[in-house]
């Protein structure tokens, strides 16, 4: 187990208002041929927010895209923000921008970190999973549960040791005997190389998996087959998926704030059908994944396509319309 807690962000109610902080790039390094890290720090030399290994940082850029980046630095590190971003091969202009555009010295506006994908207190064993650039969050957790002198493994998937993010910094790291390395190019490449992992699964063990959506569907697909128990399985998506499904329909949106009465097109996502009745929903990933445009369903049965909100929160009635639709013929929305 931690034998320490950890650290709950005091920026936590402050970012779920909305507010943000001004920093400024202060060093940006090529990690990979298709990687870059960034280092933020707050742009008046103020001390940052206090964050916990497996926290996120929504980052506004200026071709007013918002996108949101796992802090892959330890938690003790308080004068800084480290982020890595992968240059997408389809970039919808986060990653791009970042890679081409930005210099040191330039100013950002970013929400401080949020966390829903943190460590398991009670887990008496900690199982690790990256698949390429998913190493961010996993890589400060592994540091995380090393200070906590906690039980650990790390397992890293990637396509070649060149293309393996903080490569350096694992091998060099206190702890890299926990960290076992699978390359798609070598004898002992992902996935079957987890199965034995994964099969074994003691009580107390918790797995904690990122990186691509399909690397991700395996991985917690396999460990479901092979017994775990949902409660110990945790995961943190950036990007999804979205597209329309055979049986999506028309549906009708209410608006229980003023009654109006809206159609949602087969096709067309709730956001879009709010936005063309001047209905503005703050949205950011667009997928499903970053919960900024999450809502409440007051009346209706939701569809939920979103790889963010938990059982209980969809039970609770929180819905994300920028991907979740309707099951019948109509939703009302608390707006």
Known sequence: MLSTPELASPAAGAAARGAEIDVRIA??????????????????????PAFAAGAHV???????????????NGPHDSGRYVIAVLRAPASRGGSSWLHDEAQVGQRLRL???????????????????????GIAPIVAMADRLA??????????????PERAA????????????????HFLDGPHAAPTALDPVLDAHPAGTHLYVCGPEGFMAWVLGAA????????RLHRQYFSATVGVAPHDADFELMLAGSGRRLRVARGRSVVQALAEA??????????????????????GEPEHRDAFLTPAERAA???????????????VLDL
């Open 27 to 48: 060093h940006r390094e090529a990690e990979t041929a298709d990687v870059a890290v960034f280092h933020l720090v707050a742009a008046d030399g103020a001390a940052l």
């Open 58 to 72: 929504e980052l506004h850029l200026p071709n007013s895209l918002t996108r949101q980046y796992a802090l892959c």
């Open 111 to 133: 929400v401080p970190p949020r966390n829903r994908f943190a460590l398991a207190h009670e887990a008496t064993h900690h199982v690790l999973v990256a698949g390429g650039i």
């Open 147 to 160: 200070v906590a002198d906690a039980s650990f493994e790390l397992h890293y998937c990637a396509r070649s």
């Open 166 to 181: 903080f490569r350096r910094r694992i091998l060099g790291a206190t702890w890299a005997p926990r960290a076992f390395w």
């Open 224 to 231: 479901r087959a092979a017994g775990w128990d949902e409660a």
């Open 278 to 299: 001047g209905v503005v929903v703050p949205t950011s990933c667009g997928q499903g994944v970053c919960g900024r445009c999450v809502t409440r369903v007051l009346s």
């Open 317 to 331: 009635g929180d819905f994300t319309p920028c991907v979740s639709r309707a099951r019948g013929a109509r939703l």
